[in-house]
């Protein structure tokens, strides 16, 4: 889990560095572990820090704690406010702002997704077609079906 904190890093990047704030808390780390998350920290852009921290917890929730429905929940609780983040970072006139809101696209995309494609077929229709949903309502599904 660390790794996938330190790969999802950069200067557009937030998921990153709230992850590993999220996996610090709630984990016992080992010195390995914690040079990848400060790795993770590093760089990591104060804009869309909130959609940042909602796609981290859901991250946590599916890759660590295995649990689809809770993801899911979580992200539909947050999806007005991410929807709103993201449409102000693409129509913000600083161009740093397009590459923030591109990064949270992709890790909201991969997260939902994951769950999407998981689920489905496994009697769990609920959190399948949930899933389904939340790619309509942020656009995801244009290109990718």
């Given at each position: 889990?660390?790794?996938?904190?330190?790969?999802q890093?950069?200067?557009?990047?937030?998921?990153?560095?709230?992850?590993?704030?999220?996996?610090?808390?709630?984990?016992?780390?080992?010195?390995?572990?914690?040079?990848?998350?400060?790795?993770?920290?590093?760089?990591?852009?104060?804009?869309?820090?909130?959609?940042?921290?909602?796609?981290?917890?859901?991250?946590?929730?599916?890759?660590?704690?295995?649990?689809?429905?809770?993801?899911?929940?979580?992200?539909?609780?947050?999806?007005?406010?991410?929807?709103?983040?993201?449409?102000?970072?693409?129509?913000?006139?600083d161009?740093?702002?397009?590459?923030?809101?591109?990064?949270?696209?992709?890790?909201?995309?991969?997260?939902?997704?994951?769950?999407?494609?998981?689920?489905?077929?496994?009697?769990?229709?609920?959190?399948?077609?949930?899933?389904?949903?939340?790619?309509?309502?942020?656009?995801?599904?244009?290109?990718?079906?």
């Amino acid at each position: 889990m660390t790794l996938l904190a330190k790969t999802q890093k950069g200067p557009f990047n937030s998921i990153g560095a709230e992850l590993a704030t999220i996996i610090t808390a709630k984990n016992k780390i080992t010195p390995y572990q914690k040079n990848n998350l400060n790795r993770a920290r590093k760089n990591s852009p104060r804009k869309g820090r909130k959609s940042g921290r909602i796609i981290a917890q859901a991250m946590y929730e599916i890759y660590v704690r295995q649990d689809a429905l809770a993801t899911i929940k979580f992200i539909n609780k947050n999806k007005n406010f991410i929807k709103m983040d993201l449409e102000r970072l693409k129509n913000s006139s600083d161009y740093a702002d397009h590459y923030i809101a591109e990064s949270i696209t992709e890790g909201l995309h991969s997260t939902i997704f994951e769950v999407w494609i998981n689920e489905y077929g496994t009697g769990a229709k609920e959190v399948s077609s949930q899933s389904y949903d939340l790619c309509d309502f942020f656009g995801l599904l244009k290109g990718h079906l």
